[in-house]
């Protein structure tokens, strides 16, 4: 199924891409399973997810836990770098 990534500030300077539309792979079924799989695809992805256990993600707008199942209905998956307040 394709799905459209979002990225925001240094995770999508670390990637070199403020998005991109990919295929999920069958062996990608949770948040958790996507972040490894997009560590592996290349030097940016593996600097920007060396800690994911930081990495904020969205599903179709929406935070979610990394062990939350990616249904096949969602469209857009948004990772951010952790927020800080003030």
């Known amino acids: 199924m394709p799905v459209k990534l979002v990225y925001f500030a240094w995770v999508r300077e670390r ?3 403020a998005e991109e539309t990919i295929e999920l792979p069958e ?3 949770t948040v958790a399973d996507l972040l490894d799989h997009l560590e592996g695809r290349g030097e940016g ?3 920007a997810l060396e800690n994911p ?3 904020r993600v969205a599903l179709d707008h929406e935070h979610t836990p990394h062990d939350r199942p990616i249904g096949r209905d969602v469209r857009e998956i948004a990772l951010f ?3 800080t307040g003030g």
């Open 27 to 29: 062996s990608v079924s």
């Open 15 to 17: 990637i070199g891409s």
């Open 45 to 47: 992805y593996a600097a």
């Open 81 to 83: 770098p952790p927020m």
């Open 53 to 55: 256990q930081v990495i």
